[in-house]
C-alpha cells in the first residue's frame, strides 16, 4: 500500500460523489501516480462500506475486461472485479434514467447464480459449474466516472468498475444444459442488432471469469458465498446509449432481458 487511510477515505468519496451526482472527474492516477492494486481495492472497498454504512445492499459481484474486445476497447490486458448495489438493479423491462448517469454503456453479458460457496485459490472451471445453480442473460450498464471513459487499470478499479446498473432476466438455465463457450447472443438497440458474439469471447469460458474471481477473493480471505449473482464481463465491445434507447439482449436457449433509457 503506498496510499495513507485518509488519502483512500478522500478518494472513494470523490469517486462516489461522483457517481450520485452524475459528474465526472480526472483520473485517481493523474494525482497519485504511485498507487498500487491494493490501493486501488481499498478504495473499492471503502465506497462499498459507504454505501453500506448508508442502508445498500451488495446484492452481487462482477467480473470487468474479460473479453478481448474489451480489453482492446479500454486499452488494458488484465481482468477487474466489483460489487453491485440494491440501486443498480433494473427490474426486467423497466427504466435507466440518464439524469442518474454521466456518459452509459451498455454490454452483454452471462450472469452466473451459485448455489454453493467457491474459494481460491484453486478454484477452476469445473469447481465454478459444479457450484451453479443457472445462468440467464445480463445486460451491465457501465458508466465510468472518468472523463471520457478514458483510464488505467488502477483508476478503474478504484471507481468500482464503471458499475453503475444492470438486469438480468430471461430463461434461466442449468449449466448441464448448455455449452457455454458456443452460446450466442445478440445485443439489440431499437430493434437493431449492434452486437454479436459467443460465451468463449470471455476467457475461453464465461465460467473461467467466475475462477478469476474466487481466486482473486482467495487472496484476500474472502469467497463467493451461495446463491450470489455475479456478471461474468462484456462478451462484446461495450455499445454507447442515449435517452430513448431501449436494449434487449438475446441470449441463445436463455430468452432475452431488456431496459430502456429515459
Ligand atoms: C470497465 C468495466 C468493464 C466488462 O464487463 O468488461 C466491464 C469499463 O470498461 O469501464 O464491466
Ligand atoms: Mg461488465
Not at 107 to 136: N, Q, S, Y
Not at 189 to 196: C, S
Not at 203 to 229: S, V, W, Y
Amino acid at each position: 500500500m503506498k496510499l495513507d487511510l485518509a488519502t483512500i477515505a478522500t478518494l472513494a468519496e470523490r469517486l462516489e460523489n461522483c457517481e450520485l451526482q452524475a459528474q465526472d472527474t480526472t483520473k485517481i492516477t493523474d494525482d497519485y501516480p504511485d498507487m498500487d492494486w491494493d490501493d486501488a481495492y481499498a478504495i473499492q472497498d471503502e465506497v462499498r462500506r459507504r454505501k453500506v454504512a448508508r442502508g445498500a445492499r451488495i446484492v452481487g459481484l462482477k467480473a470487468g475486461l474479460t473479453s478481448h474486445a474489451k480489453m482492446k476497447q479500454m486499452g488494458v490486458s488484465t481482468p477487474v472485479f466489483g460489487f453491485m448495489a440494491d440501486y443498480y438493479a433494473v427490474p426486467d423491462g423497466g427504466e435507466c434514467r440518464m439524469s442518474e448517469l454521466i456518459h452509459p454503456k451498455v454490454e452483454p453479458e452471462i450472469a452466473f447464480v451459485t448455489k454453493a460457496e467457491l474459494r481460491g485459490p484453486g478454484c477452476h472451471i469445473g469447481a465454478v459449474l459444479a457450484a451453479t445453480d443457472f445462468v440467464m442473460p445480463g445486460i451491465e450498464v457501465i458508466d465510468s466516472r472518468y472523463r471520457d471513459f478514458k483510464f488505467d487499470l488502477k483508476s478503474v478499479v478504484a471507481d468500482n468498475t464503471s458499475a453503475v446498473r444492470f438486469v438480468v432476466g430471461g430463461q434461466p438455465m442449468g449449466v448441464s444444459g448448455v455449452d457455454l463457450r458456443t452460446v450466442g447472443i445478440v445485443l439489440e438497440k431499437n430493434g437493431l442488432p449492434v452486437a454479436f458474439g459467443a460465451g468463449a469471447a470471455v476467457l475461453g469460458h464465461p465460467a473461467a471469469a467466475i475462477a478469476m474471481l474466487a481466486n482473486h477473493l482467495g487472496a484476500r480471505g474472502e469467497c463467493i458465498p451461495a446463491g450470489t449473482l455475479i456478471l461474468s464481463g462484456g462478451i462484446t465491445e461495450a455499445v454507447s446509449v442515449q435517452a430513448g434507447d431501449n436494449v434487449t439482449l438475446r441470449v441463445q436457449g436463455m430468452g432475452s432481458t431488456s431496459l430502456r433509457f429515459v
